[in-house]
Each structure stands twice: as C-alpha cells, then as structure tokens.
C-alpha cells in the first residue's frame, strides 16, 4: 500500500507504547459526576432538572433551543446535588452535581431506534441531536451541525478521522481493533444523513494492525475505503486529512464542505451507532490516562462527569509529583490546573507529565532560521505573525493570515530558540476574532 500524506507537518515521538497494546477497560462507576452543561462549542444548555430531583441514566439534564449545541444527559442514576458554576477542563461552565444511587437504572426513552436501513436521514440527524453527539477527536464540535450542510454545499464524501496523530494517545487506535462494526454502522448512518455513496477512513501506518482491523470490516461494504497514511503530524487536522485522502485543499479561510467534504472522528462513528442501536445518549467514552507521571497508564471508558482525580486514582495514581495534567495530547492538549474537574465528552486522554518534562526552556531570540515556515501545514509564516502578537500588532497579524493557524503547534515544537509561537498566535487569533465580533 502506497501511504498517503500533506505538505508540512513534524515528527514528534509517538509515546504511545504506553498504551498501545492494553483493552480498553470499563472504569469504576463514580460515586458523584458533575456535568457541565458546556462541554462543546456552540451555546450552552439551561438545566431543566432542579436540586433533590431523580434522574436516571441517558435521562436529558440540559437543553438548549440554539442550533449550535446539544443536549447534556447523566451518566448515572440518583440525585442532584447542586447546579453551580464550577471549573471545567475547558473554562468555567454551569455544572450539574449528581450523587450516584448505585443502581444505574436506565432511563425509560433509552430504547433502540430501530435500523438504519429502514430510518430516514433525517430520522438519523434527529437521534444524532437527541443524543448529544459531538466530535470526539477532542474539539467537541456538535455532530448534528456539521451533518447539516447548507443547500447549496453539495457533500459529495465523508471521511472518518483515524490517524490519531496526537503522541500518547491510543483511545482511537483502540476503538478500531474493538470494535470496528460500531465505526461502520456510524459511518453509513452519517453517509445516509448525507445522501452520499463514498467515504474514506485515514489511519496512519503506525497503526497496522487498525488498518488490517478496519479493511477487514469494510470488506463487504461498497464505497468506504481504507487509507493508509504516513505517520506526521497533524495528519488528523481536517484540512490535512481531506488533502492526504482526496487531494482537495480547503481554501484559506474556507471549511471541508466547501470541497465537498465532512470529516468526523472514528470515536464520533461508534456513539451514532450506540445512540442508534441502544438509544443510549453520549454518556461515555474511552480516554487515555498516560505518560511518565502516572504509575499505570490505561485505555478507559470513562463516564463523562467523573473526576479526573478519581480517574488517576484507578491508574495507581501520580508517579511522584505531577508536573503538568493536561486533558488530550502535548501538541494540543489543554493544561490543567487542577485535577478537581470533571471528564467531558471531549476527554480523549489525560496525560500527566512528570515535573523534568513539564519544564519549559527559556526562549532566546529568533535566529531566522526558517524551520517553522518550512514545516507549517496552514502555510503561513509563524515567526512573523508571532512578533506581531507578542507587540500586539493583531491587524498585521492577521494579514499575514493569522486566522488560518490551526493550533497544531508544529512550529512551537520544531523551533530550536523554543519561541512561545503557538501561544502568541494563540492570543493574536482570539483578539482578531472578537474584534470582528464587536465589529458585526
Ligand atoms: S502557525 Fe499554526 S498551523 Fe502553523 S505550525 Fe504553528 S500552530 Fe501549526
Ligand atoms: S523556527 Fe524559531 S528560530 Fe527558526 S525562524 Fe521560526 S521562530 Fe525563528
């Protein structure tokens, strides 16, 4: 097979060792879960259960009327405790604290849907809201959303995301060697929704055995292809991904739909066939808690709203002193101040560093080298945009197109004077970006 790949990118080490090779285990059922009821992009929910209620497992908790969100459900059954703003992994969100009865009774309306081959597509599209799905590569985007193209964008191919290009994590890698059906099963119920006959599942060649896995489960389907792609990162980055499998590019400033592309995470696939099959919303997912500062890395299936702390503890716990907790991988994971937060739908792995690792290096001055230009997979010019940022010059910044970084953090990686790129351009993005919202 003949790998495919993007212009740009680096080769950090993998770390996934670790992990790679251990079943994803059922973690132990949580005594309390705190869900926030903003665990994606888009609006949040409102509550719509109020302190001393009963709730149930898959039960809805929060909802919200605005396109851009989806509904939060418990994970577990018994009685809510509190409904208060509190730190989640990804900012400060209202949060609903359930004390878990032991029972995990299921909620009477998780019932199976039916099949996809006699529901509609927008029978489909429906569940898929109703179930809360969002990405599970880590960005969380609502699922619904990005299924519901506008008219005059005609998605004429789906591609499935298995290149889990982040170091350390294996959660993906995982879920396509245990259960590669479910990953099908939602592959077609995304194609249906989509009315499109093609569809492509990128898996990077240091995951042979998933690409083996996921050849062998498609090998009765018509239009779903494997690709083999090189190992590089950001080979899981949407616009590298569709270049890598359809040599589509994405214009500056464009999405995938304007080639004619949806892209999803393989994690995304199995809920939508759960959701389907079970009717059992986004409760759960499998994460990855690794790296030198836990004693006992594992692939779990985690409830969402369990604490991170809970989660490390049935990891043996810290391996001495954690020098940084970071919610997803090193290139672009989330940094953590605390292990009192609870796991969201996003979670795709909780990696602790030891304090040696999580040292920064002084940054000394750019030499001009040119490695961050050379590597950059959006094709813009890191070394300048991030002067502008750091002299807070965010109109220039964005000339230099700014806004079509996409956070992989190659730049900030590959740089040997260890310049803060990436959180510069970081910074100058979020000021370009509200300034174009106050101007609207
Ligand atoms: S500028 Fe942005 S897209 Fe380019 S390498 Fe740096 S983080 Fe990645
Ligand atoms: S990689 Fe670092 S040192 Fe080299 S040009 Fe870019 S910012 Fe400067």
């Known amino acids: 097979m003949g790998f495919l790949s993007f212009r740009g990118g680096v080769h950090p080490p993998h770390f996934k060792e670790a992990t790679t090779r251990l079943k994803v285990e059922k973690a132990k059922e949580p005594a309390v879960v705190t869900i926030p009821l903003q665990q994606h992009i888009g609006a949040p929910c409102e509550p719509i259960v109020n302190v ?21 459900h418990s994970s577990v059954s018994g009685t809510v405790k509190q409904i208060a703003r509190m730190l989640t992994p990804t900012g400060e969100a209202v949060c609903i604290v359930i004390e878990s009865d032991g029972l995990n009774t299921v909620h009477e309306n998780v019932i199976p849907k039916g099949d996809i081959s006699n529901l ?22 609502p699922t619904h959303v990005k299924l519901s193209p506008p008219p005059e964008k005609k998605i004429e191919e789906i591609i499935l995301n298995g290149a889990e290009c982040e170091p350390y994590l294996t959660a993906d890698h995982r879920l396509m060697l245990e259960n590669p059906d479910d990953i099908i099963y939602g592959l077609k119920a995304m194609m249906k929704v989509l009315n499109v006959t093609k569809a492509y599942i990128g898996i990077e060649d240091n995951k042979p055995d998933a690409i083996e896995s996921m050849k062998k489960a498609v ?32 214009p500056s400033g464009g999405l995938p739909m304007d080639v004619g592309v949806v892209v999803n995470n393989v994690g995304t696939a199995a809920a939508i066939a759960n959701a389907i099959k079970t009717g059992m919303p986004l409760i759960e997912r499998i994460a990855t808690i690794t790296g030198k500062g836990i004693k006992e890395p594992k692939n ?73 230009v050379e590597i950059c997979p959006a094709f813009i010019q890191p070394l300048y945009i991030s002067a502008y940022a750091l002299q807070n010059m965010h109109e220039t910044a964005e000339k230099y197109n700014a806004l079509d ?30 300034k174009k919202r106050k101007t609207k």
Do not use: W
């Open 52 to 72: 001393g209620d009963q709730v149930k497992v898959g039960q809805k908790i929060g909802e919200t009327s605005a396109f851009v969100s989806t509904p939060v």
């Open 219 to 250: 090998e009765k389907e018509t239009g779903i292809q494997i690709v083999g792609l090189h190992t590089k990162y950001p080979q899981g980055a949407e616009k590298q991904l569709i270049y890598a499998c359809t040599k589509k590019e994405v």
């Open 405 to 434: 970084c996409i956070e992989c953090g190659s730049c900030s990686f590959i740089c040997p004077s260890k310049r803060p790129l990436l959180q510069s351009i970081r910074v100058s993005k979020r000021e370009i970006i509200a």
């Open 300 to 372: 779990l299936l985690i409830k969402v709203g369990t604490s991170f702390k809970e989660i490390i503890e049935q990891c043996d716990g810290y391996n001495g002193n954690p020098g940084k907790v970071i919610m997803g991988g090193p290139m672009m994971g989330l940094a953590q101040y605390t292990d009192e937060i609870p796991a969201i739908k996003g979670t795709s792995g909780i990696l602790v560093l030891t304090q040696e690792e999580a040292r920064l290096p002084e940054p000394k001055p750019c030499i001009r080298c040119g490695k961050c």
């Open 120 to 141: 509609s597509g927008k029978e489909i599209l429906s569940i898929i809201k109703e179930a809360g799905i969002v990405g599970m590569g880590g960005a969380a985007f």
